[in-house]
C-alpha cells in the first residue's frame, strides 16, 4: 500500500474547491464565471473506461475525501482565482497556463499551475482524464503530475467567450469542464540523442505504470514525456516525491 501523502505546507491536490477564471468567460451577472469541484461520485459516471488491461495490485481507498477533506489533516477550502494564455490547443482541448493566481490561505509553497479546458462536446476528455489521475494518486508527483480536481459550470447562452465560439442551438445546454493539473518541465529535445540514463529512466517512468495494472500505449509518445518541475524556490516548483514501489526519483 502506498503511503499516506503528506502536505507539508504545500497544496492539497483535492484543496481547491471554487474555480474562477478571468478573462475567459463570463456569467449571466457579468462577472467572471465560477466553477465548482466535481466530486469523484459525479464525474465517474460521465465516462468509464473502454477496456480493462492488466493485473495491477488492487488499489486501496483514497486518502482524500472527495469534499475536500483529507483522512489524516484539518478540513480546508481553497479559492483559486486565474487568469490565462493559450499555451496547446487541440480538436480535444485546450491547455493554457495560470499567469496570475490567488489562494485563499497562504501556503509554504503553491504550485505552478495550467488549466485544460474541454471543447464544446467533448467533456468526456478532461473527466477520462481525472478517471485516471484519481486511479493514479499514489503516482502524483511522482511519475505522473499532480492534478487539483475536475471543475464545471453551466455556460449562460448570451456569455461572451473569448476561448471558443458561443452556442448556436437553443437546445443545447453547455457546460465547461475545467482540470487542474500541476505545470512540468519541458519536452525532451529532438534534435539530440538520448543518452543511455535518460533511455533507462523514461522505460522505468512508464514502467512505474504497470504497477497499477495501466497499459495504454496510444500515450507512448514524445510529447508526452515531460521534464519534472522545477523545483528551485525562485520558480516554484514542487521537487518529485520518490516511487513508493521502487523509490526513485525522477528528473
Known sequence: MAPIPQTNGLLPTNGINILVVTGAFKGEDGTPLTLHRINKEEWSNLVHPY??????????????????????????????TATSHCLVSSMRALVTEVVAWYMGLNLKKPPQLVLKMGRQQRCANPARSAWFYE??????????????????????????????????????????????????????????????????????????LTYLGILNYERVRWYNVLRAPDSDPQVGGIASLPSPYTSKVYR
Request: net charge negative; aromatic share 6%; with cysteine.
Open 135 to 208: 486511479d493514479m494518486e499514489c503516482l502524483q508527483g511522482v511519475a505522473v503530475l499532480r492534478c487539483y480536481g475536475l471543475f464545471s459550470a453551466k455556460i449562460p447562452a448570451v456569455q461572451q467567450s473569448l476561448l471558443r465560439p458561443r452556442n448556436t442551438l437553443l437546445s443545447e445546454h453547455e457546460t465547461l469542464y475545467i482540470l487542474v493539473l500541476e505545470k512540468l518541465g519541458g519536452k525532451l529535445l529532438i534534435n539530440e540523442p538520448m543518452t543511455d540514463d535518460l533511455t533507462n529512466e523514461v522505460k522505468s517512468l512508464y514502467h512505474e
Open 51 to 80: 477496456l480493462t488491461l492488466g493485473s495491477g495490485e488492487v488499489l486501496s481507498p483514497s486518502h482524500y475525501l472527495s469534499n475536500g477533506n483529507s483522512h489524516s489533516a484539518r478540513r480546508q477550502h481553497y479559492l483559486l
